[in-house]
Structures are given as C-alpha cells and as structure tokens.
C-alpha cells in the first residue's frame, strides 16, 4: 500500500513506530473536532499496520526506501500503536 501510495501521489512519505507496530495514519484534522483535540485525543479515519518488533529508521518498500519515526515519545501516538497491537489479529490465512 505504501509503494501504492507514494507512486500515485508522487509525494515522499514517512511511517511510524511505536510499540513495535510500525504505520500510517490518515488523521482526522483538528479544526473537524476541535472539542476532542483539546482533550488530547486524536481521531484517524484510515490506519496501516504491519508488527515491526524492533525499530529500524528505514524499511525498503519495493524499489523505494522509506523513512521510520520512531514516535515513542508522543502519548498519543504511542498509545495508539499499543491499541493496534493489543487489538491486531491476524487474518485466518496467515500463520
């Protein structure tokens, strides 16, 4: 999906990790719920993720190299990747 995307949008991109999981999020912006943003939460309408159980500050998508942040230090990044990896079941096909 990351290939996918940054070959159609031409725009380089960059994931995070946290948590082991590392992902992209397309986060929903403050200004759409400003009441919840000053509560500290965020909202995201669409999350990738794959496990990624050690951090490595670039990963090779295809022929591209694409840069990871590690995002550990911010709450509410860190406890969103803690949510995907405490809820991620792998699909049924894959062992």
């Not at 290939?3 to 990790?17: C, E, H, I, K, R």
């Not at 200004?31 to 490595?56: F, Q, R």
Request: proline share 6%; net charge negative; charged share 20%.
């Amino acid at each position: 999906m990351i290939a996918f995307v940054m070959n159609v949008s031409g725009q380089p991109m960059a994931l995070y990790w946290a948590e082991g999981v590392v992902f992209l999020a397309d986060f929903v912006e403050p200004e759409a719920l400003p009441d919840e943003y000053v509560k500290g939460k965020i909202y995201a309408s669409n999350v990738s993720h794959a496990p990624m159980a050690k951090y490595n500050n670039m990963i090779r998508v295809g022929n591209m190299e694409v840069p990871v942040i590690d995002v550990s230090s911010n709450i509410a990044l860190r406890d969103l990747a803690r949510w995907i990896r405490e809820n991620h079941q792998a699909s049924p096909d894959k062992s």
